[in-house]
């Protein structure tokens, strides 16, 4: 009797480890609809859209910090009339800041200055480390002549449109 209980035992394990699991599902049974969960959703309400202030009102409040320029330079895509976009890379000075640019009209002279700057909240904590960026700013299309584009003081470009 004492040579056979071993036997048993082991026979044992062997047999409800080969048995399915009681967790898994067993696939050989229908799937019926009392067996799928239905999920509820919600149906949007749609409001009225409420105006937003434009960003310069918002921005205005915040102070402007640094942004430190990599690079920059002028894409033109090739349609009609061409149309213009101003790649930027660099860092902001930490996670928290957000990167702006305030392009300006052409002048007299065909210059179009661009101003490269970041916002943040004052009253926000944040790491000390600087957050690298590649930034698109879509210039537009412009009426034909020869354009100087400067970005933050610094000659980037010469075109035409």
């Not at 047999?15 to 009392?34: L, R």
């Not at 894409?75 to 213009?84: G, I, V």
């Not at 690298?132 to 354009?147: D, I, K, M, R």
Request: aromatic share 8%.
């Amino acid at each position: 009797m004492k040579k056979i209980l071993p036997v048993l035992i082991v026979l044992f394990f062997m047999f409800n480890a080969c048995a399915p699991a009681t967790s898994e599902p067993n696939t050989d049974e229908p799937v019926t609809n009392e067996s799928v969960i239905p999920i509820e959703t919600a149906t949007p309400q749609v409001d009225k859209p409420t105006p937003t202030p434009t960003p310069t009102l918002v921005d205005s409040n915040l102070p402007h910090g640094n942004v430190y320029l990599d690079s920059a330079e002028l894409l033109t895509q090739e349609s009609f009339p061409l149309q213009f976009t101003l790649l930027l890379k660099g860092n902001l000075p930490t996670p928290c800041d957000q990167l702006r640019a305030d392009v300006s009209r052409p002048d007299s002279e065909n210059k179009i200055s661009v101003n490269v700057y970041s916002i943040a909240k004052s009253d926000e904590i944040c790491a000390q480390v600087l957050q690298p960026f590649e930034e698109n700013f879509p210039l537009g299309s412009f009426p034909t002549g020869h354009y100087t584009l400067w970005v933050n003081g610094h000659l980037v470009a010469e075109f035409d449109a």
